[in-house]
């Protein structure tokens, strides 16, 4: 795809059909990586933090697989107040 350069005010940027952001899953954010040789740019989506970490908190309830890995004890007698 050929993308024309556009002014934007002061800057210049290009556009990105809707199609292109839907399939992509593209919303507010990009990440621009500009390679070593500075003769390519890549667009690539930022996603969220931790997206989709309830889901999988789920399916691992749901399936048993939510045993823990150390003993969630804590002896407060061994403490001082």
Do not use: Y
């Not at 050929?2 to 952001?21: D, E």
């Amino acid at each position: 795809m050929i993308a024309k350069v556009i002014q934007i005010g002061n800057s210049k940027g290009i556009r990105i059909p809707n199609q292109i952001l839907k399939e992509m899953n593209i919303e507010n954010q990009l990440e621009l990586i500009i390679n070593d040789k500075k003769d390519e740019i890549i667009l690539k989506p930022v996603h969220k933090i931790r997206e989709g970490w309830n889901e999988s908190f789920k399916k691992m309830k749901n399936s048993s697989d939510d045993k823990l890995i150390i003993e969630d004890l804590l002896d407060l007698n061994d403490w001082e107040w």
